[in-house]
């Protein structure tokens, strides 16, 4: 029978809009870059890289996402397709993989994926001819059976030696199109599958450079785009009787992007800046769409026409409705500007991301902005928009840090020739003539600033690798000063850095092992500081490897070490600093597997650490996925993977919590994905306070949350008489309630209060619940 949850919240609270439900997982895609657009009588889909906007033409426009967390079956959409005969959205993906959906039901269709190629299965059109779906990709042409969502038969018109781009009929003609050639086969003859039945169509060249793109057929003409190595030279021709004849004029520079049939007698160039519309008959100009028509600039991937007028997706600017060739209208979803992300900070309720990366051990010199994730809502902030950096050369932001005391100022960092830059709300470059941060070299203009951090204080601590003092501070009177930090910490490669909740800082040096430094509270006086290198050495530390690549701090004062060999513990951390030689080493966690001793997580690959609002310890792995381990370390509660949860990668490159709400934020290499965790932050107060949901729908399945309370308290869940119905312990700041007695039965109709203990021992009611059955 299914329960209806009425819950009264008997303190003021925060309402939790759009934010996911307790062991929920939510997809952060730009919806920006869109690749390709499907239109059927009632739906605009536009599919963006990962996920694909969804426009309801008969309400109002209203519009939804399709993600891999909510039915689709995987992440990199490589291309879409209506098929109007069966009323179905085919998507391509990336890695071979076919969704079909249906009437909103998904129905994967994995054999592209599963297929033993060693090249490429990238999907790249799809085409009805027939009662089948044809499907070029990278490998072969592969025909689909929709009836079954099947795999009908493979050809290889290029032998597998090239990629197929596109296809096209006309009549029993099959074309298949690759970079270099047009070829083309019967569809009736029943060895088609094998290479040498398919022909060169000699109408066109075959090309040695550049090359051949799409195929489109319109008044039962073939037309192809011809894409050319030096910008504005791409062209659209179609194929006659006697060979080609052009289309596009020589008007202006082409950068022809693709080609759509708006119908039997119109076809649609389009282009960076600019839509040209072709009567196909004679190939007279019909409409022309620029950018510089409506003021907004454009680049589209593909059109389509309906009744509401020329529909776009673009490639910087999601979908355009286009009623006339001087109007538009923008239609895009919630997220982040693009999809590239490195590294994250979190205060107050505000996520920060950092989009630079390495080539292993130089820049990238990507330029991808810096993201904010803040009240449900995304902002963006472009390189190429803000005054201090015009005229200046930088790139890769690898990481990002919010002062706590101002969640307005924020600090980014970079490996180029503005090291520093630090935005409230106007920006500020830190160079060598105005801060203590140095050159890698005498000869070089870069800097290598691998870490920024703001301490509780709202001093702003930065990492600068390769100079004899790599520990400077920026502190809150804007007054700068650096740090000897011992030998071995000289003039190499920096990582990572933290502050305890000691106020201890704590970095790695690439192979020197992990750092501490204490200035005793005493930034402006250095003779009281100490610090201490602790390396794998079997009397200096101890640890797995000397290549640390995590470092977190847990409410206990221990420090965890992740690095590329295992993690390890350093308890009592704050003894370190006058400790003698083996006796600051950190311990790794033996278990007994199967009658032998070994080390907990054995020789992982730890790529970051996050302590959550119970102490639990999160572990991210280079290809493992994520481990969640108990406060002690003692134990695994919890491993997510792709094989067993909606995980879109087990490569892990950094996570963060939203310690308010227990959101927790993965980047991945194939993007950002959240997870909503059962542990927060404490609120010894209980000014925060919520349970919920509220109401609870009868459809819901989903636990009770009780949120905002005292760290590690016990919750106990009575029935009006008093009796105890259920009891646990949170964590942190969060408790959850499966609506279940402590035997595991489902509680009867009726309402349940929720009581806590206080710091002084005492029960205190935080809400109750109306349970109808």
């Given at each position: 029978m299914k329960t209806i949850l009425f819950i009264i919240v008997l303190f003021s609270s925060r309402i939790l809009f759009s934010q996911i439900g307790m062991g929920k997982w939510r997809i952060h895609a730009?919806?920006?870059?869109?690749?390709?657009?499907?239109?059927?009588?009632?739906?605009?889909?536009?599919?963006?890289?990962?996920?694909?906007?969804?426009?309801?033409?008969?309400?109002?426009?209203?519009?939804?996402?399709?993600?891999?967390?909510?039915?689709l079956s995987d992440v990199e959409i490589s291309c879409i397709y209506w098929d109007k005969i069966d009323n179905s959205l085919f998507i391509g993906y990336e890695n071979g993989n076919i969704d079909k959906v249906k009437n909103d039901i998904v129905f994967n269709i994995p054999a592209i994926k599963l297929a033993n190629v060693a090249s490429s299965?990238?999907?790249?059109?799809?085409?009805?001819?027939?009662?089948?779906?044809?499907?070029?990709?990278?490998?072969?042409?592969?025909?689909?059976?929709?009836?079954?969502?099947?795999?009908?038969?493979?050809?290889?018109?290029?032998?597998?030696?090239?990629?197929?781009?596109d296809i096209a009929n006309i009549g029993d003609t099959i074309f298949a199109l690759s970079p270099s050639r047009l070829l083309r086969g019967v569809s009736s003859n029943p060895i088609l599958s094998d290479?040498?039945?398919?022909?060169?169509?000699?109408?066109?060249?075959?090309?040695?450079?550049?090359?051949?793109?799409?195929?489109?057929?319109?008044?039962?003409?073939?037309?192809?785009?011809?894409?050319?190595?030096e910008y504005g030279k791409d062209s659209l021709f179609y194929l006659s009787n006697s060979g080609k004849v052009l289309v596009s004029n020589n008007e202006f520079p082409l950068a022809i992007n693709s080609i759509s049939k708006l119908d039997e007698n119109q076809i649609?160039?389009?282009?960076?800046?600019?839509?040209?519309?072709?009567?196909?008959?004679?190939?007279?100009?019909?409409?022309?769409?620029?950018?510089?028509?409506?003021?907004?600039?454009?680049?589209?991937?593909?059109?389509?026409?309906?009744?509401?007028?020329?529909?776009?997706?673009?490639?910087?600017?999601?979908?355009?409705?286009?009623?006339?060739?001087?109007?538009?209208?923008?239609?895009?979803?919630?997220?982040?500007?693009?999809?590239?992300?490195?590294?994250?900070?979190?205060t107050n309720g505000k996520m920060g991301f950092a989009s630079g990366y390495m080539m292993a051990t130089s820049p990238a010199f990507s330029k991808n902005g810096i993201h904010f994730f803040e009240n449900e809502t995304w902002s963006f902030v472009d390189n190429y928009q803000q005054p201090c950096w015009n005229g200046k050369y930088i790139w890769d932001f690898l990481d990002i840090s919010i002062n706590p005391l101002n969640h307005q100022e924020y600090a980014v960092c970079t490996p180029s020739e503005?090291?520093?830059?630090?935005?409230?709300?106007?920006?500020?470059?830190?160079?060598?003539?105005?801060?203590?941060?140095?050159?890698?070299?005498?000869?070089?203009?870069?800097?290598?600033?691998?870490?920024?951090?703001?301490?509780?204080?709202?001093?702003?601590?930065?990492?600068?690798?390769?100079?004899?003092?790599?520990?400077?501070?920026?502190?809150?009177?804007?007054?700068?000063?650096?740090?000897?930090?011992?030998?071995?910490?000289?003039?190499?490669?920096?990582?990572?850095?933290?502050?305890?909740?000691?106020?201890?800082?704590?970095?790695?040096?690439?192979?020197?092992?992990?750092?501490?430094?204490?200035?005793n509270g005493t930034i402006e006086d250095e003779s009281d500081d100490q610090f201490k290198q602790i390396t794998s050495g079997a009397f200096t530390g101890d640890l797995p490897s000397s290549n640390v690549t995590a470092i977190a701090a847990d409410f206990n004062g221990e420090i965890w070490i992740g690095t590329d060999a295992g993690f390890a513990i350093l308890y009592n951390a704050t003894n370190v600093f006058a400790a003698n030689s083996g006796d600051y080493n950190a311990q790794r966690i033996?278990?007994?597997?199967?009658?032998?001793?070994?080390?907990?997580?054995?020789?992982?690959?730890?790529?970051?650490?996050?302590?959550?609002?119970?102490?639990?310890?999160?572990?991210?792995?280079?290809?493992?996925?994520?481990?969640?381990?108990?406060?002690?370390g003692n134990e695994i509660?919890?491993?997510?993977?792709?094989?067993?949860?909606?995980?879109?990668?087990?490569?892990?490159?950094?996570?963060?919590?939203?310690?308010?709400t227990g959101e927790l934020f993965i980047i991945t290499d194939r993007g950002l994905v959240s997870y909503r965790t059962d542990a927060s932050y404490e609120d010894p107060n209980y000014e925060s306070t919520i349970v919920f949901p509220n109401p609870v729908r009868p459809n819901f399945f989903g636990p009770v949350t009780i949120q905002g309370i005292r760290y590690d308290s016990d919750v106990k869940i009575t029935d009006v008489a008093g009796n105890l119905v259920f009891k646990t312990t949170s964590n942190g700041g969060t408790a959850t309630w499966d609506c279940k007695t402590l035997n595991g039965q489902k509680v009867a109709s009726g309402v349940y209060f929720i009581w806590t203990a206080t710091n002084e021992g005492k029960d205190k009611k935080v809400g109750k619940v109306l349970v109808i059955n």
């Open positions: 730009s919806s920006s870059k869109a690749i390709d657009i499907a239109v059927s009588d009632q739906f605009v889909y536009t599919a963006f890289e990962k996920g694909i906007l969804k426009v309801d033409l008969l309400n109002n426009f209203e519009n939804t996402v399709m993600d891999v967390m909510n039915g299965k990238r999907v790249n059109r799809f085409e009805r001819i027939g009662n089948y779906i044809f499907v070029a990709t990278d490998f072969a042409l592969i025909e689909l059976n929709p009836a079954k969502n099947e795999v009908r038969e493979t050809y290889y018109p290029t032998n597998g030696n090239e990629k197929i781009l290479p040498s039945q398919w022909q060169v169509d000699s109408r066109i060249s075959v090309l040695n450079e550049y090359q051949y793109k799409e195929v489109e057929v319109a008044d039962n003409k073939l037309f192809i785009v011809f894409k050319h190595d649609a160039m389009n282009c960076q800046e600019f839509i040209i519309v072709y009567n196909t008959i004679n190939s007279d100009v019909v409409k022309s769409y620029k950018s510089i028509n409506i003021g907004a600039s454009m680049s589209i991937s593909r059109s389509f026409k309906s009744g509401d007028g020329l529909w776009a997706a673009d490639r910087s600017n999601c979908l355009y409705l286009f009623p006339t060739e001087f109007s538009f209208k923008n239609f895009r979803a919630n997220g982040p500007y693009n999809n590239f992300f490195y590294s994250m900070d979190y503005i090291p520093v830059t630090v935005f409230n709300p106007t920006c500020n470059n830190y160079i060598d003539s105005n801060s203590t941060l140095e050159l890698m070299s005498e000869e070089s203009s870069w800097y290598w600033i691998s870490d920024v951090c703001y301490d509780d204080d709202g001093n702003l601590w930065c990492l600068n690798g390769f100079t004899d003092n790599p520990l400077n501070v920026l502190d809150k009177n804007k007054n700068w000063k650096n740090f000897y930090c011992g030998f071995e910490a000289r003039n190499k490669r920096t990582q990572k850095m933290i502050i305890d909740f000691n106020n201890l800082i704590w970095f790695s040096v690439k192979d020197q092992g992990l750092f501490g430094y204490n200035h033996k278990i007994n597997f199967e009658g032998n001793v070994e080390y907990l997580l054995g020789s992982t690959h730890i790529t970051d650490i996050e302590v959550d609002g119970g102490n639990r310890k999160w572990m991210a792995t280079a290809n493992s996925g994520l481990i969640l381990l108990s406060a002690d509660l919890e491993t997510l993977t792709m094989e067993n949860s909606p995980l879109i990668s087990n490569v892990i490159y950094d996570i963060k919590l939203n310690q308010e």
